[in-house]
Nanobody, 126 residues
């Protein structure tokens, strides 16, 4: 069982930055690949970024590539999403999720993840 708790969301102006955190419980954090997704009202859950269990591999949605960076801190059992150059269309609830296996082909599929956090709201004003 893995429990995930997101934090760091808030209101920011376009062009600004935020860093989201996802704290994971349990001693097997290093065994899990981690992902970030987002969802805005009326839209489907959208893949944002993912990182492998060892932190070597990462993968980004085209819409955030070059602006967002995913990273993980094993000492703190935490995954981060650094978001720069934010745009109004980045407004959404952001969720972190974990899964046992890294697969470049399926990391963007939300239904391939086993555990989810409760989400944190990010609002970008124009």
């Amino acid at each position: 069982q893995v429990q995930l708790v997101e934090s760091g969301g808030g209101l920011v102006q376009a062009g600004g930055s935020l860093r989201l955190s996802c704290a994971a419980s349990g001693r097997t954090f290093s065994s899990y690949a981690m992902g970030w997704f987002r969802q805005s009202p009326g839209k489907e859950r959208e893949f944002v970024a993912a990182i492998s269990s060892g932190g070597v591999n990462s993968y980004y949605a085209d819409s955030v590539k070059g602006r967002f960076t995913i990273s993980r801190d094993y000492a703190k059992n935490t995954v981060y999403l650094q978001m720069n150059s934010l745009k109004p269309e980045d407004t959404a609830v952001y969720y972190c999720a974990s899964r046992a296996l890294w697969s470049r082909a399926t990391m963007s599929r939300w239904n391939e993840y086993d555990y989810w956090g409760q989400g944190t709201q990010v609002t970008v004003s124009s």
